[in-house]
């Protein structure tokens, strides 16, 4: 079992920079892969892929929306994921889910199903 914690959300005008963080806790963070999601509003059964990275911090891959603007990062040895958002736009306004599936599991995926561990979300808002 492995539990996520998110936290570094909160609310910046549009061109505006945020770091989310994900604290992993109960099992060795090396033997997950990562990504985060977003749930935007009104989207409750809607959960959009953002990034995803492996297990060791060395590949990663993008939703188009967040391409060339946010950076997926993992450290093993913080146990901890990272996205780092940068030209944020209003369009971003969502809660933020950091989720993590086991090694011998993971698949190079942006789909909600292919992740089954889950923290309970941080909320960015960006206004314009």
């Known amino acids: 079992q492995v539990q996520l914690a998110e936290s570094g959300g909160g609310s910046v005008h549009a061109g505006g920079s945020l770091k989310l963080s994900c604290v992993a806790s109960?099992?060795?963070?090396?033997?997950?892969?990562a990504a985060w999601f977003r749930q935007a509003p009104g989207k409750e059964r809607e959960r959009e892929g953002v990034?995803?990275?492996?297990?060791?911090?060395?590949?990663?891959r993008y939703a188009d929306s967040a391409k060339d603007r946010f950076t997926i990062s993992k450290d093993n040895a913080k146990n901890t994921l990272y996205l780092q958002m940068n030209s944020l736009k209003p369009e971003d306004t969502a809660l933020y889910f950091c989720?993590?599936?086991?090694?011998?599991?993971?698949?190079?995926?942006?789909?909600?199903?292919?992740?089954?561990?889950w923290g309970h979300g941080t909320q960015v808002t960006v206004s314009s």
């Open positions: 109960g099992s060795a963070f090396s033997r997950f892969c």
């Open positions: 989720a993590v599936q086991p090694l011998e599991s993971c698949r190079v995926s942006l789909a909600a199903d292919d992740y089954d561990y």
């Open positions: 990034a995803r990275i492996n297990s060791v911090g060395t590949m990663t």
